[in-house]
């Protein structure tokens, strides 16, 4: 069965960091662009990075660009979440699918992770 786990979430202010960890299981995880999906309190969920599968490519929503990063480490992957703002604020999915950035593609979810910015 395949497991998507999420972990490092928590309360943090604003300007502080955090780091979010997938570990995956019961898939063959190099077969999948692996990503970070975050859903905000009455907002759609949405992409904030991914590696590709196909070769290794990272990218970025515009709202975070410069202050995460993505990296991939045999069954994790991790996102370090820097100069964290409140409205980063969100539960944080990470993902497994063909294709990065598109919410509705994924194959595999993880339950989450809840990240909370104070102002």
């Known amino acids: 069965e395949e497991h998507l786990v999420e972990s490092g979430g928590g309360l943090v202010q604003a300007g502080g960091s955090l780091r979010l960890s997938c570990t995956a299981s019961g898939f063959t995880f190099d077969d999948y662009a692996i990503g970070w999906f975050r859903q905000a309190p009455g907002k759609e969920r949405e992409a904030v990075s991914c590696?590709?599968?196909?070769?290794?490519a990272r990218y970025y929503a515009e709202s975070v660009k410069g202050r995460f990063t993505i990296a991939k480490n045999e069954r994790t992957v991790s996102l370090q979440m820097n100069a964290l703002k409140p409205e980063d604020t969100a539960v944080y999915y990470c993902?497994?699918?063909?294709?990065?950035?598109?919410?509705?593609?994924?194959?595999?979810w993880g339950k989450g992770t809840k990240v909370t910015v104070s102002s």
């Open positions: 993902a497994a699918g063909a294709y990065c950035m598109y919410v509705n593609n994924q194959d595999y």
């Open positions: 590696i590709s599968a196909v070769d290794g």
